[in-house]
């Protein structure tokens, strides 16, 4: 069975600066497909960024960034010029490429960002 | 992005009783819809997937007959938990996805806290 790991529960970081969530998983497949969902104090899950394995170049979305390295299973988030409101909680999430599989979280990483 | 919804955003509901949580796609017809619950600072638990029209997949641990779920039609699906007891006061969330296809994105409803006195 696919697994993700979250090593760190809680982050913090200046505001303005840059901090990087880590996240591994673990799979025997070779196509999938890897998120990052933010979870504010609201609670709605709100997907920051995703990543196809097939695809070698990282993917960017304004000043959030990942770091995939896919022989060594590692999927981390960069949040360059953190903001009050980048503050949540962020989960790594896993989806094989077949067909009607739901997502497989993480436990999480809390992330502070401090004024 | 798309858009799903949630209703109630909370209930709070006696012991024994059974509660209803609907959950809506507004501007996508969503093949496969999924349940999750969600315990304080704990991450999302997959309780069953649905697809439109057929009966839903439950994670093993989670009872059917406890956790009734119904998927009619491609832009609702219903969670009923029946007779419902304090443990199973939660953090309800339900997410949607338009296709079948891997790679399409699965977008959450806002949740719904449930409270069994």
């Known amino acids: 069975a696919q697994t993700v790991t979250q090593s760190q529960p809680e982050m913090s970081v200046q505001e303005a600066e840059t901090v990087t969530l880590s996240c591994t998983y673990d799979?025997?497949?070779?196509?999938?497909?890897l998120f990052w969902y933010k979870q504010p104090p609201s609670r709605q899950m709100i997907l920051v960024i995703r990543?196809?394995?097939?695809?070698?170049q990282n993917a960017t979305e304004n000043r959030f960034s990942v770091n995939f390295q896919k022989a060594a299973k590692s999927f981390s988030l960069k949040i360059s010029d953190s903001q009050l409101g980048d503050a949540a909680m962020y989960f790594c999430?896993?989806?094989?490429?077949?067909?009607?599989?739901?997502?497989?979280f993480g436990k999480g990483t809390r992330l502070s960002v401090i004024a | 992005g798309a858009v799903v919804s949630q209703h109630p955003s909370r209930v709070i509901c006696k012991s024994g009783t059974s509660v209803k949580i609907e959950c809506r796609s507004l501007?996508?017809?969503?093949?496969?819809m999924f349940w999750y619950r969600q315990f304080p600072k704990q991450s999302l638990m997959l309780m069953a997937t649905?697809?439109?029209?057929?009966?839903?997949?439950?994670e093993q641990g989670v009872e059917k007959d406890k956790f009734l779920i119904n998927h009619a039609s491609l832009t609702l699906s219903t969670l009923t938990v029946t007779s419902a007891h304090p443990e199973d006061s939660s953090f309800y969330i339900c997410?949607?996805?338009?296709?079948?296809?891997?790679?399409?994105?699965?977008?959450f409803g806002p949740g719904t806290r449930l409270l069994v006195l």
């Open positions: 997410s949607a996805r338009e296709s079948v296809l891997a790679g399409e994105t699965q977008y």
């Open positions: 501007d996508f017809q969503a093949t496969t």
């Open positions: 799979t025997s497949e070779s196509d999938y497909y």
């Open positions: 999430a896993y989806r094989r490429d077949s067909g009607n599989t739901p997502l497989v």
């Open positions: 649905s697809n439109e029209g057929s009966k839903a997949t439950y």
């Open positions: 990543q196809e394995a097939y695809k070698q």
